[in-house]
Antibody
Framework: QVQLQESGPGLVKPSETLSLTCAVSGYSISSGYYWGWIRQPPGKGLEWIGSIYHSGSTYYNPSLKSRVTISVDTSKNQFSLKLSSVTAADTAVYYCARHLNYAPGEFDYWGQGTLVTVSS | DIQMTQSPSSLSASVGDRVTITCQAS??????LNWYQQKPGKAPKLLIY???NLETGVPSRFSGSGSGTDFTFTISSLQPEDIATYYC??????????FGQGTKLEIK
């Protein structure tokens, strides 16, 4: 069974870089699919951040593109998110998920999510 | 950008009721529309993909329909465990993935 698990600091200071990792088990990242990050501010809706393929090919939400970097480590079967110059508006639960990169692009497996708070 | 308008934002219904949620796209997205259920403190769960296909293991009381710009999600007979927030999600070939604003479903 495919499982994803997010990890990283729960508190980040304003203007610093948020860094999270998603460890995948039960499926090899190198076998296919895309691997993405989605976030949800407290009490609000879902926002796709960006995704990566095992080859390293990435694409990002244009609204966040200037601050986002997603990378993959196939040897560890994990992928990572970096979001720079964070503000309080980046406080959210961050989810990692698996999805197809073609229609209908559904996210079929999700991590449990990790809350990241931006505060000094 | 394709915008998704989901309605209603909240809904109160009784056990056994038929519940309908709609999602409208700002332009034709064919049938590239998925539906998720999110319970408090949990990750979203895929229920319906490609507008009308039921994900494996999801109860048959859940269904989806539509194509183009107008889509509908239905629970045929509401159960207590269906209390959750429901989201639609579209895919376009930029690629870009956009979620609707969500519908919070409560028991009356």
């Amino acid at each position: 069974q495919v499982q994803l698990q997010e990890s990283g600091p729960g508190l980040v200071k304003p203007s610093e870089t948020l860094s999270l990792t998603c460890a995948v088990s039960g499926y090899s990242i190198s076998s296919g699919y895309y691997w993405g990050w989605i976030r949800q501010p407290p009490g609000k809706g879902l926002e796709w951040i960006g995704s990566i393929y095992h080859s390293g090919s990435t694409y990002y939400n244009p609204s966040l593109k200037s601050r986002v970097t997603i990378s993959v480590d196939t040897s560890k079967n994990q992928f990572s998110l970096k979001l720079s110059s964070v503000t309080a508006a980046d406080t959210a639960v961050y989810y990692c998920a698996r999805h197809l990169n073609y229609a209908p692009g559904e996210f079929d497996y999700w991590g449990q999510g990790t809350l990241v708070t931006v505060s000094s | 950008d394709i915008q998704m308008t989901q309605s209603p934002s909240s809904l109160s219904a009784s056990v056994g009721d038929r519940v309908t949620i709609t999602c409208q796209a700002s332009q034709d997205i064919s049938n590239y529309l998925n539906w998720y259920q999110q319970k408090p403190g949990k990750a979203p769960k895929l229920l319906i993909y490609d507008a009308s296909n039921l994900e494996t293991g999801v109860p048959s009381r859940f269904s989806g329909s539509g194509s183009g710009t107008d889509f509908t999600f239905t629970i045929s007979s509401l159960q207590p465990e269906d209390i959750a927030t429901y989201y639609c999600q579209q895919y376009d070939n930029l690629p870009m993935y956009t979620f609707g604003q969500g519908t919070k479903l409560e028991i009356k």
